[in-house]
């Protein structure tokens, strides 16, 4: 069984910053990849960044430039640094985490950015 617990979320205003944090634990310690999509009201849930186990990163066009994926010194924690954010930052944004095949999901944290 994963947990995936996110942190970090909040209100800001246009131009701040904000760091997200995600936490895995459970019987899974070296997951394939890890990462962060959005979902906005009306809107379908998207990708932002991804981490693969090896270090890979793959970013959202929207994002690029602006945040930033790194991996912890613990395992299987993954940040998510936003900088420069617009209003079209707000959302949901979810933890993800990939082994052989499943996605793990956590609860979502809120991002509001106020213009």
């Known amino acids: 069984q994963v947990q995936l617990v996110e942190s970090g979320g909040g209100l800001v205003q246009a131009g701040g910053s904000l760091r997200l944090s995600c936490a895995a634990s459970?019987?899974?310690?070296?997951?394939?990849?890890m990462g962060w999509y959005r979902q906005a009201p009306g809107k379908q849930r998207e990708l932002v960044a991804t981490?693969?186990?090896?270090?890979?990163?793959n970013y959202a066009d929207s994002v690029k430039g602006r945040f930033t994926i790194s991996r912890g010194n613990a395992k299987n924690t993954v940040y998510l640094q936003m900088t420069s954010l617009k209003p079209e930052d707000t959302a949901v944004y979810y933890c993800?985490?990939?082994?052989?095949?499943?996605?793990?999901w956590g609860q979502g944290t809120q991002v509001t950015v106020s213009s």
């Open positions: 981490l693969t186990r090896i270090g890979s990163t």
């Open positions: 993800n985490a990939l082994w052989t095949g499943t996605d793990y």
């Open positions: 459970g019987t899974i310690f070296n997951f394939h990849a």
